[in-house]
């Protein structure tokens, strides 16, 4: 009898390795939206435990690859200057791009309207705006472009309406205005962030210190630098996240709190990490109490775009978040041109950045730069090519004699 009970235990297994494998076979013939769906409940039945960290980072690693799949699938079948991404193919102009991003019927429009003067269509009705509508303004020497973009709908990340072109157009953003209908804001701004996270775009966050390097062999190399945790998942975890992309020989090294999704971005390596503001529209509309509970909401800013309230402080808001600098030119034996700065993002400020946005050939003609400014122990000070420049810094270019 005992014999005749191993004999019956390797049916039991074969039997549940037929049911995984048809479950598989089923899965596989899904198409990418439902597999997001699936995985999803999947995750959503799931309770978050020591045991289950590394079962989740699978199924997170797994919604990554395929909504990376549908923006790729996307992309490929509105190329070729087809009728799908007609109206959004605006040329980049001036120092940097901003982005309208709402629900429709929120004052998208009209802010554009009220800020640059432009003629983006208004009216009573959703969808107005169908395509997306540039305007420029000035502030602070500096040309800013700014994008009316159609509003966008729940599903938006998953190809629903316009949705994948207008989060598209996010990618080209120096910074991006998530309009918000006050009277209902959490609400929007959680479907909005939802969105943009399944899109790729983290709002208001900053690349993870996370070292990876792929190699021949060795197997996975882990380490966690001393103070640095993991969040919700484990070494096991990191691990199945790496052999689900196919990773069997790599070096990962963590230098900060990180989490599952941390890695997964690093691994994707396709993630935009811009800074975000949002916009509290139509404040008219509410008391002063009720300012007050919207004011705990991080990186807002309440405005009325129809009676113009407030947009000065949010031109004020915009231009802190963008981080630009101001990089005056001082011709040799003449004072500072004040009228017409050079403008350079706070992480580009070299003076080979300062170079390359004047002219690349001024590059390869430099010797060294005379400074004035805060950036600088005395004025003049000589300088190299390596040189950090602040905001408001006077610069004279010395060229190579002969």
């Keep these: 009898s005992a014999r005749v009970a191993r004999r019956r235990k390797p049916r039991k297994n074969s039997g549940r390795i037929l049911l995984n494998y048809c479950c598989e076979a089923w899965f596989d013939k899904m198409s990418a939206l439902q597999k997001i769906a699936e995985i999803e409940a999947e995750m959503a039945r799931t309770q978050k435990n020591k045991a289950t960290n590394s079962h989740l980072g699978l199924l997170k690693a797994k919604l990554a690859k395929l909504r990376a799949q549908i923006v790729s699938e996307g992309s490929k079948g509105s190329g070729g200057g087809g009728g799908a991404q007609q109206g959004f193919e605006v040329s980049k102009t001036g120092d940097a791009r901003v982005g309208l991003i709402g629900f429709p019927s929120v004052g998208k429009s009209t802010l554009l309207n009220k800020m640059t003067g432009s003629a983006s269509e208004v009216a009573s009705y959703e969808f107005t705006t169908l395509t997306c509508v540039p305007g420029v303004f000035n502030y602070k020497g500096a040309k800013i472009q700014l994008l009316d973009l159609p509003g966008i709908i729940e599903g938006a990340k998953d190809g629903k309406g316009r949705g994948k072109q207008v989060i598209s157009v996010a990618y080209s953003c120096s910074l991006i205005l998530i309009v918000l209908d006050v009277m209902k804001p959490i609400v929007h701004k959680r ?18 210190n996370i070292l990876f390097k792929k190699r021949e062999k060795g197997g996975i ?17 990191i691990v199945a996240i790496l052999k689900e992309y196919k990773i069997a020989n790599a070096q990962v090294s963590i230098r900060c709190n990180a989490s599952a999704d941390d890695l997964i971005d690093v691994l994707e390596g396709n993630r935009k990490f811009c800074p975000a503001l949002y916009v509290m529209n139509k404040i008219d509309q509410i008391t002063i109490e009720e300012l007050d509970i919207i004011s705990e909401v991080p990186h807002h800013v309440p405005i009325c775009a129809h009676h113009e309230w407030n947009l000065d402080g949010l031109v004020e808001m915009m231009w802190k978040y963008m981080a630009l600098l101001r990089i005056y030119t001082k011709p040799r034996g003449q004072i500072p041109d004040y009228t017409a700065p050079v403008i350079l993002p706070a992480n580009k400020n070299k003076i080979e950045d300062f170079c390359v946005r004047i002219h690349k050939s001024l590059l390869a003609q430099f010797r060294v730069a005379l400074v004035w400014g805060m950036s600088v122990k005395h004025n003049p000070q000589r300088c190299g090519k390596d040189h950090l420049l602040a905001d408001e810094d006077v610069v004279q270019i010395i060229k190579k004699v002969g």
């Design 221 to 237: 190399a882990f380490s966690v630098a001393p103070g640095c945790h993991l969040k919700d998942t484990d070494e096991e975890g």
């Design 191 to 208: 479907k909005i962030e939802y969105e943009l996270e399944g899109f790729g775009i983290r709002l208001n966050k900053e690349p993870p």
